[in-house]
């Protein structure tokens, strides 16, 4: 059976619509970072473009990266040295095109960064918060559990890392609210929307105080942890939508 494939620009513009990634101001460009070849027959997808997740992708013999965390970061040193050198030179070598999506990714309705955390812990999204509505809030499905404590294990189970909580496990829960990455900045807001938890990936010495002052519980659940499910959706989207070939590869990253 004859390998299928999908020209590079063709993706490029089903998931520029699909994302709606004019719609954000985000601090990198979205979409194709870096060109390769024309026609894509396999993608392999990633938290972040790595040099180690480039590496596993040449040995796959990828036609294109797909990833949350890209390169071109508003503010960064724009000269290609050092690590970024490396790596862009290893995917123009290769021929291997780049595709990254940040915000558009966390925020999508189904194959998000966000709606897939909610999926994987059990959490019916109800109402989203914050700038660009990327806070989301909602409640839990699963009535066993209870507790800001039962929350903790249910994230503990799911994404296979304890999180820090910051709070009384013995609270009860009402509304949750959460959002992936390092999102610790949303914290006061998700706090006057009236949650009793927030979730995010990352925390900060402010945070704490916060939490302990407000009595709403933080629980930091990891940067990469909280962030890993989005790519995987979109790039079995993708494979289902073109009929070509995906595969994720996990980077592991304790952050």
């Given amino acids: 059976m004859k390998e299928k494939s ?12 699909e994302l709606q990634i004019a719609r954000y101001r985000d601090y990198c460009p979205n979409g194709v970072q870096v060109e390769g070849r024309d026609e894509i027959k396999l993608v392999v997808s990633g938290v972040t473009a790595s040099l180690a997740l480039l590496e596993q992708a040449v040995q796959l013999k990828a036609d294109a990266v797909l990833v949350h965390h890209g390169y071109f970061w508003r503010g960064e040193d724009m000269r290609v040295i050092g690590q970024k050198q490396k790596r862009l ?10 595709f990254a999506y940040h915000l558009p990714l966390d925020m999508h309705s189904q194959l998000g960064n966000n709606a897939q955390l909610a999926e994987l812990l059990e ?14 809030m ?8 209870r507790t800001v404590g039962d929350l903790a294990s249910q994230v503990e189970n799911k994404l296979g890392r304890k999180p820090l909580l910051i709070g009384n ?23 006057s929307t009236g949650a009793s938890a927030y979730l995010s990936g990352e925390i900060s010495e402010p945070t704490v105080h916060l939490a302990r002052e407000s009595g709403v519980a933080y629980l930091a659940c990891g940067h990469h942890a909280t962030e890993r499910y989005g790519v995987q959706a979109l790039g079995r989207h993708i494979a289902q939508q073109f009929g070509i070939a995906h595969q994720f590869v996990d980077i592991d990253n304790p952050v």
């Fill in 6 to 17: 999908v020209k590079r620009d063709a993706l490029a513009q089903y998931l520029a619509t």
């Fill in 138 to 145: 909602g409640q839990m499905l699963n009535s066993s559990v």
């Fill in 123 to 136: 959490i019916s999204p109800t109402s989203r918060f914050g700038d660009d509505e990327l806070g989301w």
């Fill in 169 to 191: 496990p013995d609270q009860l829960l009402g509304q949750i609210a959460w959002c992936t990455g390092a999102a610790q900045t949303m914290f006061d807001q998700a706090i």
């Fill in 89 to 98: 030179k290893l995917l123009l070598k290769n021929d291997i095109s780049l």
